[in-house]
């Protein structure tokens, strides 16, 4: 009886731990990034910030559901980037953002951006940590390795 005892203990034992060990080990595997349609509410709206070149002027920026537009107040024109894309993490500062922009100088091109927005306040520092240039009916492709960080204000 003592025997048929300790058998039933043990497999009760064992079952339990078999149940609880791979709710106490933390390998659990993590989800692909999602991106998502638009730019945030959090980021849109018209932001300002000095040209770092040392020219007279300013850059403004605004960012609205689904583009992205800066300029420099020394030319006056606009650059737009569509087909915006973001993700972001709870909790984090940063805002990742990825946009299409369609040009045309002399031979039709588009870049694909990817940019890092850091929200802190009133202030957002934009960082293009990367991105590709194609030109059309040519076949190059070129590589944007990044390193442009400027700072806006609301």
Do not use: C
């Amino acid at each position: 009886m003592k025997q048929i005892g300790k058998v039933v203990l043990l497999t009760t034992l064992s079952l339990g731990l078999s149940f609880s060990a791979p709710a106490l080990s933390n390998n659990t595997a993590s989800a692909a990034t999602k991106w998502h349609k638009g730019i945030p509410k959090v980021l849109q709206g018209t932001w300002k910030g000095k040209i770092k070149q040392g020219s007279l002027g300013f850059r403004q920026l605004k960012l609205t559901k689904s583009s992205f537009n800066y300029r420099d107040t020394s030319d006056e024109s606009w650059s737009t980037s569509k087909n915006a894309y973001y993700h972001h993490k709870r909790g984090s500062k940063y805002y990742y953002v990825k946009s299409t922009y369609h040009g045309e100088d002399g031979r039709k091109y588009w870049t694909t951006e990817y940019d890092r927005f850091k929200l802190s306040g009133t202030k957002v520092t934009v960082h293009i940590y990367g991105g590709a240039v194609s030109f059309k009916n040519h076949g190059k492709f070129y590589a944007i390795n990044g390193g442009l960080t400027n700072s806006y204000y609301k």
